[in-house]
């Protein structure tokens, strides 16, 4: 089966680009809506890192997400697209001055704060605008999630949040400053998690550490759990949304919130992954000595996930019905490692067809350099048509 396209509004436009299908991402969203909507104590926050089409952010802001950043320029674009300062969250090991104060500007809900020394640099910026900045710790659960090493963030051995034993001092040494205020911890573990054990280890281990917390007398108010959860890559067209009900299950079940606390979410590559399509063309089918490359238009300056994680990106003929022939899918960047796809069956190639490189809505477009002195690709929404 093949998604559907408007194909005939892709035929004369300039290649390669990014096809968002809006009608899928508003899915998405009513189903996180649904699920999470059941409580009214749970937010979700999308990680704007994943996608920052400002089309794409509009929806999603307009669904009632909140937003998580990671650097200052993510949390001008969700200003920027609508995003209330109340609902943003901003993580990152390495925040620099002007990244803080403009936090501190927006009233951002929350500073998710990875060291000691990032905790004096806010309560001292803070304190220069007689304001309190909002903090919770990012604490590093050495729980391992089942996916590729560059994408595990939450083992002993990563350079993010602070270490489990220093918890207590860093949450004292919040509580002696007067321009932080101390309200919650955070966690996130990785990403493309589909093991929902992952999930459950997670919960566990924030279960002991409140345990802890709690026999010290140390109120907390917020939860957040961080993002993770994968999408299948293999097969888009049967499961475009991702398992939200065991998702969300997995911590309604086995997390202990405490009733006067907020559990937040942090999703990014299950909101907006399926909903994005690399569109490219075909340039020239071309024989090997022993198969066939079809040799398109886009590169890994467009798409970087397969030349960086050997990721896999389903990939379709939108512009053919001929038998399926096997070929190497491949751009015209001058490293090896610019290849898409090998031994894909798709239907039968010629030059000038359009090739959809599918789930390519999270970590695709954001990601796109100019290496080669190429252009960067464009990205459309279905109402752009
Ligand atoms: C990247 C990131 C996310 C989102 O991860 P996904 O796997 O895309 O859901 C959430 N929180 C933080 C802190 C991140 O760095």
Known sequence: MKGTFPTEHFEGRETPFYYYDTALLRETLRTINREAGKHDNWHVHYAIKANANPKVLNIICQAGLGADCVSGGEIQ???????????????????????????????????NVESIPELEVINSLAAKKGKVA??????????????????????????????MRDMEDVIAMAASMENVKFTGLHFHIGSQILDMGDFRALCNRINDLQDQLERHRIR????????????DYKHPNRLPLPDFKAYFGTFERHLRLRPWQTLHFELGRAVVAQMGSLITKTLYVKQGATKQFAIVDAGFTDLIRPALYQAYHKIENISSEEPCETYDVVGPICESSDVFVKAADLNKVHRGDLLAIRSAGAYGEIMASRYNCRKMPQGFITEDF
Do not use: Q, Y
Not at 137 to 162: M, Q, S, W, Y
Not at 220 to 231: A, K, Q, R, T
């Open 134 to 163: 909002r903090v919770a710790f990012r604490i590093n659960p050495d729980v391992g999630a089942h996916t590729h090493a560059n994408i595990t963030t939450g083992l002993a051995e990563n350079k993010f949040g602070i270490a």
């Open 77 to 111: 674009a969700c200003v920027d697209a609508g995003f209330p300062g109340s609902k943003i969250v901003f993580a990152g090991v390495g925040k620099s001055d002007w990244e803080i104060n403009l936090g501190i500007d927006k009233n951002i809900l929350c500073f």
């Open 220 to 231: 907390v108010e917020s939860i957040n759990v961080g993002g993770g959860l994968g999408v």
